[in-house]
């Protein structure tokens, strides 16, 4: 079959990428490199097609979806505090650069299009752990876009037919993912300080938890949405079920490192959740079955930046 990955040079991406063409797929990607990185996709076999383009532009997406079975669309502006600080910019990416792929995909006889939604759709509530059913109540501009997102796909599949599926992310980790950018996720920000011997910086107490999920848990469930006929129109989460806070996060790390070094605590971000813990029963209904778990993911993802001398 012939997948079309959009962010396909990014953290996830690429690694989805990675599978495809291992599973014997026919892969190409849509980048446009301002955060997917151009090293990430270097170990791919020549025959996977990469077009440098952005979303934004409707025709370089046309060319993009023809001939494509399956999109996996997992190109975004990144990032709760990011949007905070541009919720313009996070909103013409997110919101139309979708639009534009998933009409595209539409027109194109696309058999299946599966989006990466976000888990911070549902905000702050006291419920947990968070499931598909509750009533979503973003708290930032990026939460906006994702569950807009999610709107339009819902819209597609009802009024058109065309099959679509959004998969509601849980704080996914592991390699490549890039621990450089100011708003880089906290697990490589976390794993390059205490390798080069600098304090983590924590935002807030480190009393907030997540459901972290290693990365061949996230590309597992795309390759099910994508292929399952069973699974349209509809939304899932995609986590390990678990629940750790950012102190235990660091405390596991700080064992597998052997880096005994304190956090430095700043303030609370604003936009940041307190807890995020999700059901997964609805996606295992599926054959989603999460193959690593934290501790392990953890140590396959130090084990990975130890190895890179690119990364600082």
């Known amino acids: 079959m012939n997948y079309l990955i ?11 990428a990675t599978r495809l063409v291992e599973k014997g797929e026919s892969v190409r990607i849509l980048d446009n490199f301002s955060s997917g990185r151009r090293e990430n996709t270097a170990a791919l076999p020549d025959a996977v097609e ?3 383009g952005d979303i934004r532009d409707y025709w370089t997406v046309v060319k993009a979806v023809e001939g494509i079975d399956y999109v996996l669309h997992q190109a975004a502006l990144p990032s709760v505090p990011r949007s905070v600080n541009n919720p313009l910019t996070s909103n013409a990416v997110n919101i139309d650069g979708t ?3 998933l009409e595209a995909a539409r027109h194109a006889g696309v058999k299946k299009f599966v989006m990466a939604s976000s888990s911070s759709i549902y905000g702050e509530s006291v419920e947990l752990p968070k499931h598909e059913g509750m009533e979503p109540s ?13 709107h339009y796909l819902r819209v597609y599949w009802g009024l058109y037919q065309f099959p679509t599926v959004a998969l509601r992310y849980f704080n996914i980790f592991g390699p ?3 621990p450089g950018s100011e ?3 906290v697990v490589p920000k976390f794993i390059m300080a205490l390798l080069n011997g600098r304090q983590p910086t924590v935002f807030g107490d480190g009393e907030q938890s997540r459901d972290f999920t290693y990365i061949d848990n996230c590309v597992q469930a795309n390759i099910l949405a994508a292929t399952n006929e069973q699974m349209v129109g509809d939304q899932f989460n995609v986590a390990c079920g678990g629940q750790f806070t950012l102190n235990q996060l660091l405390d596991k790390l700080r064992e597998i490192i052997g880096a005994d070094i304190a956090a430095n605590y700043a303030p609370v971000r604003q936009g940041d959740i307190l807890h995020s813990y999700a059901a997964i029963d609805k996606l295992k209904g599926f054959g989603y079955d999460p193959q690593v778990g934290f501790d392990e993911g953890l140590r396959r993802t130090v084990e990975f930046f130890r190895s890179q001398v690119n990364f600082a």
């Open 50 to 52: 990469i077009i440098d």
């Open 138 to 150: 973003p708290l930032s501009p990026y939460a906006v876009t994702k569950l807009t997102c999610e």
């Open 176 to 178: 490549r993912q890039d």
């Open 6 to 16: 959009t962010g396909g040079a990014g953290f996830i991406g690429s690694n989805i």
């Open 183 to 185: 708003y880089a996720a």
């Open 99 to 101: 639009l534009n792929v």
